[in-house]
């Protein structure tokens, strides 16, 4: 991970395990954010970075269902996005 991303806690974040600055790893001295940037009210983040090795092996997954289509490429990528934060949201 490169240490110019300040990592965050995640503390009532709904996303925190969809986003790579709660889930990076963390490979010796690592900035933290002093507070959550999480909106309970929009149920967004601004400082959100998706982990985007999850979205793409669910993409894939859905892809080789579909019988490896050659023009899906942006619906698959935005439904495994929208499948992988519905799990998330639903976990918590």
Known sequence: ???DIAMCGG???HL???CYKHTGEILGRQDF???VP?????KT???FL???HQIQKRAYEIWLSQEKPDNKAE???????AEIIAEIAFVL
């Not at 999480?38 to 929009?42: G, H, K, L, S, W």
């Not at 619906?75 to 996005?81: C, G, K, P, V």
């Open 75 to 81: 619906e698959n990528w935005q439904q495994a996005q």
């Open 33 to 35: 954010m002093m507070s």
């Open 16 to 18: 925190r395990y969809a």
């Open 11 to 13: 503390g009532v974040c």
């Open 1 to 3: 991970m490169p240490y």
């Open 50 to 52: 998706s982990n985007e």
């Open 38 to 42: 999480y909106n309970a009210e929009t």
């Open 45 to 47: 983040c601004d400082m």
